[in-house]
Every structure is written in structure tokens, then in C-alpha cells.
């Protein structure tokens, strides 16, 4: 079964700090993995999805890294604003059923 | 990319009863889940819904309790039945192909 742990769980900066949110999983047999945002009481939104042959992706401010063979994942979020402030998950799919796991995330508070 | 409506969004129930939640992906897709999401905690697998047959669980969850169905490749969903405080929480609905998506969630609360 695969095990997904996301270090810090908690994180406070000031704006425009840089963010650096660590994801670690334990099936490198992976489909792709994709990082997620969820605000309080609501659904989640897909920031950025990784091909499992990729290295990286970018999208605006936000950069993620994958490392398959060690089972690793980061988020990079540059200039943090308040409007960052959520919870952030990773979440790898497995080749053998394509179901996504998810850690218990990361929660960012930017503050102003 | 698609666009997934899930509903009702919240609703508050009484124990012993049961709640049907609807999801609607505005495309076909191949895959479609159904998640929970208990207070403060992380997302976890309750079912995959299979189109045209019966769903796949998860250890823990079964099909008498949260009953599962998906008659095309556009809609689903999945009934809490028998309802306890216990089963407060929020249930997602997810579906995609290469990429995930998910819908806004169902707040439960039974009383």
C-alpha cells in the first residue's frame, strides 16, 4: 500500500518568502503524481501534475520536482502571498490500479 | 480538463437515514472515485465506481453501507446509508482520465 508523508505539516511565513513543501512516497511504481490545494471546507484544486518520466513542472509561481526512484516530490512556491494560504497535498497514482493516495498535507499560512 | 458538480454541498441528517450524493462530470471520463475526508484528516479511498458494473471498495468500506453506482461515463454516485454520527464528514467525488479532478465535496453532519 502506498505511503504518503508530507513534511512540515504546518508552515507560517511572511509574504513573499519562498516556500519549499516536501512530499515522500513509498511505491516508486508510479502513473504520475499531481499536487493539489484545498481551502478550508472545500473541494480540491490540481496545481500541477507530473508524467512519472518527468523531472519537473512549472506552472506561474509554482515549480514541483519529482525524484522516482527515491520517492520524493517537492512544491516550490516563489514570492508567497496571502492568497497562498491553504493546505497543500500530494499525491501520487499508482501503475497497478491508477488510484491516487494522499498525504495529510501541508498547511501554508503567508502572513501580511 | 473537467469540471465536476457534486451535490447536494452540505446537508445535515438524522441518524438511521440515508443520503444520496450525486456527481456530474461535465465529460466522459474513464475513472471516477469517491473519497472521505473526516475532520482534520486527510482524503481516503472509499470506492473506485466502475461504469456498468459493481464498484471496487476499499478495506474498511462496503457496498451495504455506502452503495455505489455509475450508469455512464458521465455520472455517479454514492449513498450513505444507515447513517451515525460516525459517518460525519465530508465525501468527495473525483473523475479524469490522465488527470484528476475533484468536485467541491458534500458536508455531512447526522445528528
Known amino acids: 500500500k502506498q505511503e504518503v508523508t508530507q513534511i512540515p505539516a504546518a508552515l507560517s511565513v511572511p509574504e513573499g518568502e519562498n516556500l519549499v513543501l516536501n512530499c515522500s512516497f513509498t511505491d516508486s511504481a508510479i502513473y504520475n503524481l499531481q499536487w493539489f490545494r484545498q481551502d478550508p471546507g472545500k473541494g480540491l484544486t490540481s496545481l500541477l501534475l507530473?508524467?512519472?518520466?518527468?523531472r519537473e513542472q512549472t506552472s506561474g509561481r509554482l515549480n514541483a520536482s519529482l525524484d522516482k526512484s527515491s520517492g520524493r516530490s517537492t512544491l516550490y512556491i516563489a514570492a508567497s502571498q496571502p492568497g497562498d494560504s491553504a493546505t497543500y497535498l500530494c499525491a501520487p497514482r499508482t501503475l497497478n490500479d491508477y488510484k491516487l493516495s494522499f498525504g495529510a498535507g501541508t498547511t501554508v499560512t503567508v502572513r501580511a | 480538463s473537467a469540471v465536476i458538480s457534486q451535490k447536494p454541498s452540505r446537508d445535515i441528517c438524522q441518524r438511521g437515514t440515508s443520503l444520496t450524493i450525486q456527481c456530474q462530470v461535465d465529460s466522459q471520463v474513464t475513472m471516477m472515485f469517491w473519497y472521505r475526508q473526516q475532520p482534520g484528516q486527510s482524503l481516503t479511498l472509499i470506492a473506485t465506481?466502475?461504469?456498468?458494473?459493481?464498484?471496487?471498495?476499499e478495506s474498511g468500506f462496503v457496498i451495504d453501507k455506502f452503495p455505489i453506482s455509475r450508469p455512464n461515463l458521465t455520472f455517479s454516485t454514492l449513498t450513505v446509508s444507515n447513517m451515525s454520527p460516525e459517518d460525519s464528514s465530508i465525501y468527495l467525488c473525483s473523475g479524469g482520465d490522465e488527470k484528476l479532478f475533484f468536485g467541491s465535496g458534500t458536508q455531512l453532519s447526522v445528528l
Open positions: 465506481a466502475n461504469q456498468g458494473s459493481e464498484a471496487t471498495y
Open positions: 507530473i508524467q512519472s518520466s518527468q
